[in-house]
């Protein structure tokens, strides 16, 4: 079982609307929970990291947490070409740990 | 966000030759940095932890004769592919972690090309 997995997609949506990635891991230690975004070619870039149950909203991001599902999710509203790219979820136990990422989820934003 | 700076931006080599790559933590000091490689398409793969004032820690699958690493002090970590092949080609990524959450940042990344 991967520790960290994702769809890779691709996921497509029409501009403007929502787009939600999801993203499930096996460690129940895990502690921060973060969401980046690579666009092709480059590096990654954090867009958002929560830490606790719920959600946390950021512009037009929202990250979701169910530590009881192992479950954290990203959603993006009124989506934008601009949004097109691979999101990787990451997670961590914590400290200066090392982080573990997902393979990304490809998101394509259709005009 | 913090700033993490990697040079070369791009290098190309011939085979057999060694490649030094620099990864720099900009305004944060990074007693660990990380090293990640990624083929085209292809997920980010853990190569190894950098630990200032000791010891890499290599990732299972890694050669550590091959991808030098010395973490020279808390703002600077050097990956050196020596002997480099072309199947060493890839996109060499570092990140640093900025605080005790995990939250890391990441350098721009370095295409290596070996001819």
């Known amino acids: 079982q991967k520790e960290v997995e994702q769809n890779s997609g691709p996921l497509s949506v029409p501009e403007g609307a929502i787009a939600s990635l999801n993203c499930t891991y096996s460690d129940r230690g895990s502690q921060s929970f973060f969401w980046y975004r690579q666009y092709s070619g480059k590096s990654p870039e954090l867009i958002m990291s929560?830490?606790?149950?719920g959600d946390k909203e950021d512009g037009r991001f929202t990250a979701q947490l169910n530590k009881a599902s192992q479950y954290v999710s990203l959603l993006i509203r009124d989506s934008q070409p601009s949004d097109s790219a691979t999101y990787l979820c990451a997670v961590s136990t914590g400290g200066y740990q090392k982080v573990t990422f997902g393979t990304g989820t490809k998101l394509q934003v259709i005009p | 966000g913090a700033v993490v700076s990697q040079h070369p931006s791009r290098v190309i080599c011939k085979s057999g030759t060694s490649v030094k790559i620099e990864c720099r933590s900009l305004?944060?000091?990074?007693?660990?940095m990380f090293w990640y490689r990624q083929f085209p398409k292809k997920s980010l793969m853990l190569m190894a932890t950098s630990n200032e004032g000791s010891k890499a820690t290599y990732e299972q699958g890694v050669e550590k004769d091959k991808f030098l690493i010395n973490h020279a002090s808390l703002t600077l970590s050097t990956l050196t592919v020596t002997s480099a092949h072309p199947e060493d080609s890839s996109f060499y990524i570092c990140s640093a972690p900025t605080s005790g959450d995990g939250t890391q940042y990441f350098g721009p990344g370095t295409r290596l090309l070996v001819l």
């Open positions: 305004d944060f000091q990074a007693t660990t």
């Open positions: 929560i830490y606790s149950n």
